[in-house]
């Protein structure tokens, strides 16, 4: 059930609960953090503001310190349809991922790819928005001259899809590792190469749907470099004995999470004086909104 890679393509593994246990567990913890939101972590009027406020991913507040949005705005969804997607896509994926790499490696790889494609999206986001106030003075017109946009532009990040995209590219590394297998044979091979084809053509699908305005692409790209990153050195680690293989995993998830707290100390504290203003501005507005919704609270 853990992985081994002769075994798990010779024959399926018999279905049993234990075998799902971890996907199971990140579907019902993204379900009953969803009813949290909507029931006691939703009072303003605004779904923006509550969500910064609940911690979504927005690269003006990400960027200047508040770097616990990564991990958080994994576990926040903007509607039913949205986790449902989501929930949907874990099953089809993570229980695949579970059995082939067992539940340490699959957490590793969730938690590497969604915090690491929050982080990734939040700096992509901050790059476009520094590419276009470049542009912006470039046209040199007299409306940038003398009627500056002093508007405070935010674009809200949330989701699961980010770790589910590395956990789709975690399987199709497996797969191609399994299916260059010397010791099977062609039929066995053929009967990889379907599940390899479907989730190269999900991954292909989502990417391309990601290209529609509002849904966050940066993410989905980054949690599939991340996850193939990781899955990659997995695979690829000696794995002779069971004691090699799992001190094979600790070492490798060490060095990702070394890698990935460096990535997020050196790029989550920007001193930037107008990304500092933006952040100040939002958390006014914030405040202003929360204020005046405890005090409606009050004289209800």
Not at 147 to 166: E, F, H, R, W
Request: proline share 2%.
């Amino acid at each position: 059930m853990t992985g081994d890679l002769n075994a798990a393509t010779v024959q399926k593994p018999k279905f049993s609960l234990w075998a799902i246990a971890l996907t199971l567990c990140i579907a019902v913890l993204n379900i009953v953090v969803y009813f949290y939101q909507l029931n006691y972590a939703a009072p303003l009027d605004s779904q923006e503001n509550n969500l910064l406020l609940f911690g979504a991913n927005v690269y003006q507040l990400s960027l200047t310190g508040d770097w616990w949005r990564y991990p958080v705005s994994m576990l926040l969804h903007s509607g039913g349809m949205h986790l449902a997607l989501n929930t949907l896509a874990l099953f089809v994926i993570g229980i695949e991922c579970e059995r082939n790499y067992g539940k340490f490696r699959m957490l590793a790889i969730y938690l590497f790819s969604g915090i690491g494609a929050a982080f990734f999206s939040a700096y992509w986001q901050y790059q476009e928005a520094l590419k276009e106030v470049a542009s912006q003075a470039s046209l040199n017109t007299w409306s940038s001259l003398y009627l500056p946009d002093n508007t405070v532009y935010i674009t809200v990040s949330i989701g699961a899809s980010g770790a589910i995209m590395g956990l789709a590219a975690a399987s199709v590394i497996y797969l191609l590792k399994a299916i260059n297998n010397p010791a099977l044979s062609i039929e066995q091979r053929n009967q990889l190469k379907r599940p390899l084809y479907n989730i190269m053509a999900m991954i292909g699908l989502t990417l391309v749907n990601g290209l529609q305005s509002g849904i966050d692409n940066a993410a989905h790209i980054g949690g599939a470099v991340l996850g193939a990153f990781i899955s990659g050195a997995f695979v690829l680690a000696p794995q002779a004995t069971n004691r090699g293989k799992f001190t094979s995993s600790i070492l490798i998830t060490l060095i990702a999470a070394i890698l990935l707290f460096f990535a997020l100390n050196q790029y989550s504290s920007s001193d930037d004086e107008e990304l500092n203003y933006e952040r100040q501005f939002i958390y006014q507005e914030m405040e202003k909104e929360l204020n005046q919704w405890q005090s409606w609270a009050l004289t209800r």
